[in-house]
């Protein structure tokens, strides 16, 4: 009885590869359908009682189909999530292994590479990368040496799909956890990515970055000038993401280097301020525009983070004194080109001058009396209130607290700090301030 049994299942499944073997692409769409729709969620134990112990017969006609058809994208989506079911399966190991032999790998990541696919055949890619990543150590480094994280991060900055960028983040985080062999490779994509045209590609990259530099022991040396860069942005889900990997980055050898770039953002070069200058004179609507000049963006970023920085560690605070972080918020407090600027900057200074009493002393005697007033009565609308004259006054200061620190016991020589080539900057910040001033009187 057994044995009918058994000859009747072998029928129906050489019935049923007979039927994929002639069929077209309309009733192969049909029989993947089907099968879809029938077997997801499956165990490979499951799968072969359906197919008589002959499920890798139609698996590798899966493949097969795929190797013919990818580049025309023909059914794609629909053969991925078919191979997807046997590779999602419990108790899979035979079928990824059978899957990887044809090498599935480099199709699925040559996939992501091809202009002509859709999105969302390129995210069922992407999910199969994460079922094979998540089956071990040995296959994460097969889709590194396959050259994945490049494609991989090359498609996360390409994607227009928020939902297709998060399987990605899914991917790469999957890729840089037990995979002590490749996680290097994998930090680095994810720094290369900062510079992304995309805000989800870059917000991603931020989140993962903090997973990985939890795992390296180092910092890559471009991570300061790139974490710096993308406080350009518009995008404050971006921004919030870059000053938390700031805030994790202090704690690594890079801490110097990220004190001292910031403080030097809140004084922009004259070079970038001035391009628009010219612009603004001859034609109003440009005035518009500077309210988005990335170097102003960034400038109230950095604001933003040296405040964040500052609350959350004393130490941090006292180090970027010793940078004159106190003369360059007063500076940026003086940019009335940005608003948003103007007030980051206040809300910084206010918390240095209720932190530091020497900082009150010398903001006190920059500001003169009456501004002072106008300061401490409400930072945050400091710069509603302020007058051309006022903003020259801030953005002209001389201020300077590093001697009165140093005799008052907060040395930073154990920091190594210097200012010689910052001091130029500074001077030619502030002259061209007074010279705007001057030619707007």
Not at 147 to 158: D, H, N, W
Not at 206 to 222: G, K, N, Y
Request: with cysteine; net charge neutral; aromatic share 6%.
């Amino acid at each position: 009885m057994a044995s009918m049994k058994e000859q009747a299942a072998i029928s129906r499944l050489l019935s049923f590869l007979q039927d994929w073997d002639n069929a077209g692409k309309v009733t192969r769409s049909h029989i993947l359908d089907n099968f879809i729709e029938t077997n997801r969620g499956k165990t490979a134990p499951e799968l072969e009682q359906e197919f008589s112990q002959g499920a890798s017969l139609f698996l590798v006609r899966l493949t097969t189909w795929l190797r013919l058809t990818y580049m025309t994208g023909l059914c794609l989506e629909k053969i991925l999530k078919s191979i997807g079911i046997f590779l999602s399966a419990v108790s899979s190991n035979r079928y990824l292994v059978e899957f990887l032999e044809v090498g599935g790998v480099l199709t699925l990541l040559e996939i992501l590479g091809l202009e002509k696919i859709k999105e969302e055949d390129k995210k069922e890619s992407i999910k199969l990368l994460q079922l094979i990543a998540n089956c071990g150590r040995k296959y994460k480094e097969l889709i590194c040496e396959s050259y994945g994280v490049r494609s991989i991060a090359e498609f996360l900055a390409k994607s227009k799909s928020e939902e297709t960028q998060e399987e990605v983040q899914i991917l790469l985080d999957s890729l840089v956890h037990g995979n002590p062999k490749y996680q290097n490779q994998v930090y680095k994509g994810l720094i290369a990515l900062l510079p992304s045209a995309s805000p989800k590609a870059q917000q991603l990259s931020l989140q993962t970055l903090r997973t990985a530099q939890s795992i390296m022991e180092d910092t890559h040396p471009s991570i300061v000038a790139c974490v710096l860069n993308v406080l350009r942005t518009m995008h404050l889900e971006v921004q919030y993401e870059a000053i938390e990997l700031i805030k994790d980055l202090v704690n690594y050898d890079v801490c110097t280097a990220l004190l001292k770039g910031l403080v030097a953002l809140l004084i922009p070069p004259v070079k970038e301020t001035s391009k628009l200058q010219p612009k603004i004179l001859n034609d109003s609507t440009v005035l518009q525009l500077t309210a988005h000049l990335p170097v102003f963006l960034q400038q109230a970023a950095a604001a933003k983070a040296i405040r964040v920085l500052a609350r959350s560690n004393n130490r941090l605070a006292e180090e970027m004194l010793h940078l004159r972080v106190v003369h360059s918020l007063m500076a940026a407090m003086g940019n009335t080109d940005h608003s948003n600027s103007q007030r980051q900057a206040s809300l910084t200074l206010e918390y240095f001058v209720q932190m530091f009493p020497v900082v009150e002393e010398h903001v006190r005697r920059s500001m003169g009396e009456k501004l002072y007033k106008l300061f401490l009565s409400s930072a945050e609308d400091l710069y509603m209130k302020i007058d051309s004259i006022q903003a020259d006054i801030l953005a002209a200061n001389e201020v300077n607290v590093t001697r009165a620190l140093n005799l008052s016991g907060l040395s930073n020589s154990n920091m190594g700090f210097y200012l010689g080539p910052r001091d130029q900057d500074q001077r030619a910040y502030a002259t061209h301030f007074q010279e705007d001033v001057k030619g707007k009187e």
